[in-house]
C-alpha cells in the first residue's frame, strides 16, 4: 500500500501559476505510476496528467495540454504538477493517484488516492 499527500493549492488569479506536489510513502514508489485527477462541485472526478513509472512517457487531458506539466523524482518520492496559465475552469479539488497500468487515465485504473488539494482560480 502506499500513502499519498498532496500539497501547494490555493487561491490564484487567472493566468496565474500554482505547484501542487504529492508526497508518497509505504511501498516502493517506483512501482507505481503517478497521475493528477481533479473534481470540480457538481460534476465527475476526471483524469489531468499522468506520468509513467521511470517518468519517461506522460499523457495530458485536452484541456490542459500545454499549460499544465507532470514531473516526478523517485529519489524523492514525489510527484509534481505545475500549472500554468490557470483559469477559472480549473478550479477543483485535486488528487494526487497511484496505479499500475503505464500510465492511468481513468478513474478504475487507480488503486490509491490522496486526500485532495483544492485549487481555486479566480477571474
Known amino acids: 500500500q502506499v500513502q499519498l499527500v498532496e500539497s501547494g493549492g490555493g487561491l490564484v488569479q487567472a493566468g496565474g501559476s500554482l505547484r501542487l506536489s504529492c508526497a508518497a510513502s509505504?511501498?516502493?514508489?517506483?512501482?507505481?505510476?503517478m497521475a493528477w485527477f481533479r473534481q470540480a462541485p457538481g460534476k465527475e472526478r476526471e483524469f489531468v496528467a499522468g506520468?509513467?513509472?521511470?517518468?519517461?512517457?506522460?499523457e495530458y487531458a485536452d484541456s490542459v495540454k500545454g499549460r499544465f506539466a507532470i514531473s516526478r523524482d523517485n529519489a524523492k518520492n514525489t510527484v509534481l504538477l505545475q500549472m500554468n496559465s490557470l483559469k477559472p475552469e480549473d478550479t477543483a479539488v485535486y488528487y494526487c493517484?497511484?496505479?499500475?497500468?503505464?500510465?492511468?487515465?481513468?478513474?478504475?485504473?487507480?488503486?490509491?488516492w490522496g486526500q485532495g488539494t483544492q485549487v481555486t482560480v479566480s477571474s
Open positions: 493517484a497511484a496505479g499500475f497500468t503505464v500510465v492511468p487515465v481513468t478513474v478504475r485504473q487507480i488503486n490509491y
Open positions: 509505504g511501498r516502493t514508489f517506483s512501482n507505481y505510476a
Open positions: 506520468i509513467s513509472r521511470n517518468g519517461g512517457v506522460t
